[in-house]
C-alpha cells in the first residue's frame, strides 16, 4: 500500500489502513524473530479487578500464546495499595525468566501510575514509559518504544508517505499517545504540531487540522474531528477509542473525513490490533536486549 499524500483531492474515498491485516503481517515477523532466540520471552501481565481489564488480559494472554509468548499473570484488586503495587514490580524486576512487564490502567485510587512507571526495571519497560526509556526517546535513542505510538508511525510507514517536510498535526499530549508520537514524527523530520485543550479552548484546533499532511488524533474524545477539516489526501490516523450509544468510535468523523483523506484508520479495526502486536514485539525486543546487556 504506497501512495503520496498530496496526490489524492477531495470527493474520492481514502484508502482505509486495515489495522487487522497489518497486525497480521506483524504478528508473521514476531514469530520470526521469536523462531531465532534461544529460548522463550515471558510477558508479564499485571491487570486490576475491572471487567475491561479482565478481557484485556485475556487477551493479551491469547494473543502472547498464538505468537510462541509465555505470560505471568496477576490480578489485583482495586483496593491494591501503592506498595502492593511495587512489590510485585519488583519481584517481577528480579525474575531473569521475566522479560518484559505490562500494567494496565486505570490503576486503583492512591496508586500513582507515575510511581508504578518508575519503579519498572527500564529493560523490562515494554511500554516505554519508564523515566530513563522517556529520556532515551526524547534524545531519538530509544530502545523500546511507546506500544501505541510505535503503532502509529507503523499505520503511517504502510502509506508509502515520505514525512520529511509534511506539516503532521497532533491532537493530544499525553505521556503515552501524543507526547511519543509527537517524538518519534519529529525524528522523522515531520514539521510537527502538538495541539490539546488550550488550542481547542482558543478555538484554533480546526486551523491546524485543515493544514495536516498527517493527522493523529488521541484526545479520547468523540467527533472531535470533523470531517470537513481533513486536508485533501491527507493521513489521518485515528486513535481514539470511545464508547457512544454502544457503539465503539473514534475521535474523528469518518464517514465526512474518508471522502476527503487520502488514508484513514478506522475505528474499531485501525491503531488497536497494531498496538496489542507492538506489545509483543516489544516483549521480544525486551528479551534481546536482556541477552546483550544481562
Ligand atoms: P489522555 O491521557 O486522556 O489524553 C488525552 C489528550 O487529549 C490530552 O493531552 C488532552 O489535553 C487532549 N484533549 C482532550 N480534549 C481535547 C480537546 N477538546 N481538544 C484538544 N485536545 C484535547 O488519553 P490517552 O491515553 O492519550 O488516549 C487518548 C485516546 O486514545 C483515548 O480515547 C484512549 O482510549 C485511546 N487509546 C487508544 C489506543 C489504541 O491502541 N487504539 C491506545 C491508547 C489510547 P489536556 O491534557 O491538555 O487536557
Same mark, same amino acid.
Given at each position: 500500500?504506497?501512495?503520496?499524500?498530496?496526490?489524492?483531492?477531495?470527493?474520492?474515498?481514502? =484508502?482505509?489502513?486495515?489495522?487487522?491485516?497489518?497486525?497480521?503481517?506483524?504478528?508473521?515477523?514476531?514469530?520470526?524473530?521469536?523462531?531465532?532466540?534461544?529460548? &522463550?520471552?515471558?510477558?508479564? !501481565?499485571?491487570?486490576?479487578?475491572?471487567?475491561?481489564?479482565?478481557?484485556?488480559?485475556?487477551?493479551?494472554?491469547?494473543?502472547?500464546?498464538?505468537? #510462541?509468548?509465555?505470560?505471568?499473570?496477576?490480578?489485583?484488586?482495586?483496593?491494591?495499595?501503592?506498595? @502492593?503495587?511495587?512489590?510485585? !514490580?519488583?519481584?517481577?524486576?528480579?525474575?531473569?525468566?521475566?522479560?518484559?512487564?505490562?500494567?494496565?490502567?486505570?490503576?486503583?485510587?492512591?496508586? @500513582?501510575?507515575?510511581?508504578?512507571?518508575?519503579?519498572?526495571?527500564?529493560?523490562?519497560?515494554?511500554?516505554?514509559?519508564?523515566?530513563?526509556?522517556?529520556?532515551?526517546?526524547?534524545?531519538?535513542?530509544?530502545?523500546?518504544?511507546?506500544?501505541?505510538?510505535?503503532?502509529?508511525?507503523?499505520?503511517?510507514?504502510? &502509506?508509502?508517505?515520505?514525512?520529511?517536510?509534511?506539516?503532521?498535526?497532533?491532537?493530544?499530549?499525553?505521556?503515552?499517545?501524543?507526547?511519543?508520537?509527537?517524538?518519534?514524527?519529529?525524528?522523522?523530520?515531520?514539521?510537527? &504540531?502538538?495541539?490539546?485543550?488550550?488550542? @481547542?479552548?482558543?478555538?484554533?484546533?480546526?486551523?491546524?487540522?485543515?493544514?495536516?499532511?498527517?493527522?493523529?488524533?488521541?484526545?479520547?474524545?468523540?467527533?472531535?474531528?470533523? #470531517?470537513?477539516?481533513?486536508?485533501? +489526501?491527507?493521513? $489521518?490516523?485515528?486513535?481514539?477509542?470511545?464508547? =457512544?450509544? +454502544?457503539? $465503539?468510535?473514534? @475521535?474523528?468523523?469518518?464517514?465526512?473525513?474518508?471522502?476527503?483523506?487520502?488514508?484513514?484508520?478506522?475505528?474499531?479495526?485501525?491503531?488497536?490490533?497494531? &498496538?496489542?502486536?507492538?506489545?509483543?514485539?516489544?516483549?521480544?525486543?525486551?528479551?534481546?536486549?536482556?541477552?546483550?546487556?544481562?
Amino acid at each position: 500500500m504506497r501512495g503520496d499524500v498530496s496526490a489524492k483531492s477531495a470527493g474520492t474515498r481514502a =484508502v482505509i489502513l486495515d489495522g487487522k491485516a497489518i497486525a497480521g503481517r506483524l504478528a508473521q515477523e514476531i514469530s520470526r524473530d521469536i523462531a531465532a532466540l534461544r529460548s &522463550t520471552p515471558m510477558l508479564a !501481565i499485571l491487570s486490576f479487578a475491572t471487567p475491561a481489564s479482565e478481557v484485556y488480559r485475556k487477551a493479551q494472554r491469547e494473543q502472547a500464546q498464538a505468537l #510462541g509468548i509465555q505470560t505471568r499473570e496477576h490480578a489485583c484488586p482495586m483496593s491494591a495499595t501503592q506498595a @502492593d503495587v511495587e512489590r510485585i !514490580i519488583q519481584g517481577w524486576n528480579a525474575d531473569a525468566a521475566i522479560h518484559g512487564m505490562f500494567v494496565h490502567q486505570p490503576m486503583p485510587p492512591g496508586v @500513582d501510575p507515575q510511581r508504578i512507571s518508575a519503579a519498572i526495571d527500564p529493560r523490562k519497560d515494554i511500554e516505554g514509559i519508564h523515566p530513563q526509556n522517556s529520556a532515551r526517546r526524547f534524545f531519538a535513542k530509544a530502545r523500546i518504544g511507546s506500544c501505541t505510538a510505535l503503532a502509529v508511525m507503523r499505520l503511517i510507514e504502510e &502509506t508509502g508517505a515520505a514525512l520529511e517536510g509534511k506539516d503532521a498535526v497532533v491532537v493530544g499530549h499525553s505521556e503515552i499517545v501524543g507526547r511519543p508520537v509527537s517524538m518519534l514524527l519529529l525524528d522523522k523530520l515531520a514539521t510537527t &504540531t502538538v495541539c490539546h485543550v488550550g488550542t @481547542d479552548k482558543a478555538g484554533r484546533l480546526e486551523e491546524h487540522v485543515r493544514r495536516a499532511d498527517i493527522l493523529v488524533v488521541a484526545a479520547g474524545r468523540p467527533q472531535l474531528i470533523k #470531517g470537513a477539516w481533513i486536508k485533501p +489526501g491527507a493521513i $489521518v490516523i485515528d486513535v481514539g477509542i470511545n464508547v =457512544v450509544g +454502544g457503539r $465503539v468510535v473514534g @475521535d474523528v468523523e469518518f464517514e465526512a473525513a474518508k471522502t476527503r483523506a487520502g488514508f484513514i484508520t478506522p475505528v474499531p479495526g485501525g491503531v488497536g490490533p497494531v &498496538t496489542v502486536m507492538m506489545v509483543m514485539k516489544n516483549t521480544v525486543e525486551a528479551f534481546k536486549l536482556q541477552q546483550v546487556v544481562g
